[in-house]
């Protein structure tokens, strides 16, 4: 069993940068695959981004693209994700999630990953 734990939410305004964090420990910490997602109220989980443990496999969402970047040290099984010019529609609980790499895998939907963090809030105000 993997454990996640994020870190790093909260309130910002439009235009500002933000970094989540997120640490693994347990089974597979080091060579799972790591993603982020987000959620508001009444809306499916959406993808946002994901890296593999070297981070040479690096996949972004299309809200995201161009404007959040994901990282990892692979030294401290933490994943990272920066928040650039974050607009108010970046409003969300961001989770953070995990994989075991497998053949085939897109590592882009909600029922690819088997492990999950709690959720940080992230709050954009205009």
């Known amino acids: 069993q993997a454990q996640l734990v994020e870190s790093g939410g909260g309130v910002v305004r439009t235009g500002d940068s933000l970094t989540l964090s997120c640490t693994a420990s347990?089974?597979?910490?080091?060579?799972?695959?790591m993603g982020w997602f987000r959620q508001v109220p009444g809306k499916e989980r959406e993808f946002v981004a994901v890296?593999?443990?070297?981070?040479?496999?690096?996949k972004y969402g299309d809200s995201v693209k161009g404007r959040f970047t994901i990282s990892r040290d692979y030294t401290k099984n933490t994943a990272y994700l920066f928040m650039s010019s974050v607009k108010p529609e970046d409003t969300a609980v961001y989770y953070c999630a995990a994989v075991t790499p497998y053949f085939g895998g897109k590592y882009i939907y909600r029922h690819e990953y088997s492990y999950w963090g709690q959720g940080t809030q992230v709050t954009v105000s205009s």
């Open positions: 890296i593999n443990w070297n981070g040479d496999t690096i």
């Open positions: 347990g089974s597979g910490a080091s060579t799972n695959l």
